[in-house]
């Protein structure tokens, strides 16, 4: 989980990208154990890509035992471990905040976390976005804005005021969180991270934070797989919203990379290397 470098070559296959996102999902519970998956023409339609790259990404994940496909019968998820549960509970809380770009998978990483943890998750989109949509909507723009002043000057500093609200309210139960957005103005913020860093201590938690790289085209496939209408003006207009992209963007403070690029080690595998770092942090101090 050192830092990554800057871009991945495009070499790296469509296939490879797909079979990523799909194994990300199983990881995080977002594709159940048993359940049946999309048809091979939908999942290409969903990822915009050709039938054979799909039949491609299905092979290799059967190969890795984790989708099950049999003759004249749809695929369907093979992961048992699901049912099982476990909980860390360390003597002191933990903070693990979870930052990056839209589409490098750090909803995922959290919801990985979580199930390994049995640690709540508090990610913004699912605490705070339907409260913003219709709060747009009121103010006669689309529930899909999030370039207007409106809600990059008023409503967006709002979302963070909550999901930190929500942070603290979880430590002064004596309760580990795991926090998820895309920070990206708080990680690169000095006052903010060392304000965080304060508000954590002053409760006797631990706090890490963590920063999702993913390279654009991997990014590019997470966005149109999860099909959120928030996304469009971003796939309308995709090579100039990655120009404003700083891909060099990291945390201001002592901090964890995990690389979520087809080239990095499965998200999974990075969580369980990242969990025992911040468990073991601060123990027996």
């Keep these: 989980m050192s830092r990554p470098r800057a871009s991945v070559a495009r070499s790296e296959a469509l296939h490879q990208q797909v079979a990523r996102n799909i194994r990300n999902d199983i990881a995080a519970g977002v ?131 909550s999901l930190n609200e929500a942070m603290l309210e979880n430590l002064q139960c004596g309760n580990s969180a795991i926090v998820t957005a895309p920070f990206v103005r708080e990680f690169g913020d000095e006052e903010w991270v060392k304000k965080t860093q304060a508000q954590c201590k002053k409760l006797g938690a631990n706090l890490t934070f963590v920063w999702v790289y993913c390279d654009v085209e991997t990014m590019r496939t997470y966005i149109r797989h999860r099909g959120a209408a928030r996304d469009s003006a971003k796939l309308a207009d995709w090579d100039s919203y990655v120009a404003g992209l700083n891909m060099d963007l990291r945390p201001a403070a002592p901090h964890v990379v995990v690389d979520n690029s087809t080239s990095g080690a499965p998200l999974d595998e990075q969580a369980r290397r990242l969990l025992a770092d911040v468990v073991e942090a601060g123990e027996g101090k």
């Design 31 to 161: 594709l159940r154990h048993g359940q049946r998956l999309p048809s091979t023409r939908e999942l290409a339609s969903r990822f915009d890509v050709s039938v054979f790259t799909i039949n491609e990404a299905m092979d290799l994940l059967g190969k890795e035992g984790l989708i099950v496909s049999k003759a004249r019968s749809a695929r369907t998820v093979h992961a048992p471990e699901q049912a099982t549960h476990q909980e860390i509970r360390p003597v002191a809380p933990r903070v693990v905040m979870v930052g990056g770009y839209p589409g490098s998978g750090k909803s995922e990483l959290g919801r990985i976390l979580a199930r390994q943890t049995g640690w709540p998750i508090l990610d913004k989109d699912t605490l705070t976005r339907f409260v913003v949509e219709a709060a747009l909507e009121l103010q006669g723009l689309s529930r899909n804005d999030r370039e207007s002043d409106t809600y990059v000057n008023i409503l967006r500093p709002g979302e963070y005021e």
